[in-house]
């Protein structure tokens, strides 16, 4: 893989990665890691923007599962990508980064509702921007909130940061030894194998758009800053 520059990215957490090694709820050190990390990539000269899961509080497809009402336990989780996002936020500023969480709903009194122009306005002015919230929608994923923001304001990527696993394998890498990983991918590939890089809607998103993806593993310091500056790194998902 060539080294590629970036200009804009997104970069999407889920919420699971944010928990650390407990499983559940915010690990303040991998918060921290994050947000040290985004500092030293925006000090790079790169705009950044972050979508963030909340499967570290509540997932809604688990509520769905035991049956409450889809549209409700969907809505739990996008409050639950909120109190993420403030917890990133509070340690980005705590390291002196600009940022500004954007809501999908409005709650004006802990953050700015998402209004795309002044999101880009935003990350021109050197600000972390906090996609919070989903797309404000039920039935949708944080998967798919990354690819639609990353499309909206014209990002030149999405870092897919993962936790346990650092790229994508034709098999899950922790039951099968002999997994293979890929370097690279084509969109369909990924949709055709069912390799749950992203949901399906998310991955035709970002073929639709033509925007690449690089997934890599967050468990390794540094590696958010890597694949931001476009080092070798996971694998890339692209092209048709």
Known sequence: MEQKTFRRVVLKLSGEALAGEKGY???????????????ETVQNGLQVAIVVGGGNIWRGLAGSSRGMDRATADYMGMLATVINSLALQDA???CSVDTRVQTAIEMRQIAEPY????AI??????????????????????????????????ADVILMAKKNVDGVYDSDPQLNPEATKFEEL????VIQRGLGVM????TSLCMDNDIPIIVFGIDEPGNIVKAALGEPIGTVVGGN
Not at 28 to 39: G, I, L, N, R
Request: hydrophobic residues 40%; proline residues 3%; glycine residues 6%.
């Open 121 to 154: 306005r935003h990350l021109e002015k050197g600000r972390v921007v906090i996609f919070a919230a989903g797309t404000g929608n039920p039935y949708f994923s944080t998967d798919t909130t990354a690819a639609l923001r990353a499309a909206e304001i014209e």
């Open 115 to 118: 209004i795309r122009r002044r």
């Open 25 to 39: 709820g915010i690990d303040p050190t991998v918060v921290d890691s994050v947000a040290q990390q985004v500092k």
């Open 199 to 202: 949901d399906t809607t998310a």
């Open 186 to 189: 084509k969109y369909l590939e």
């Open 92 to 94: 980005l500023e705590q």
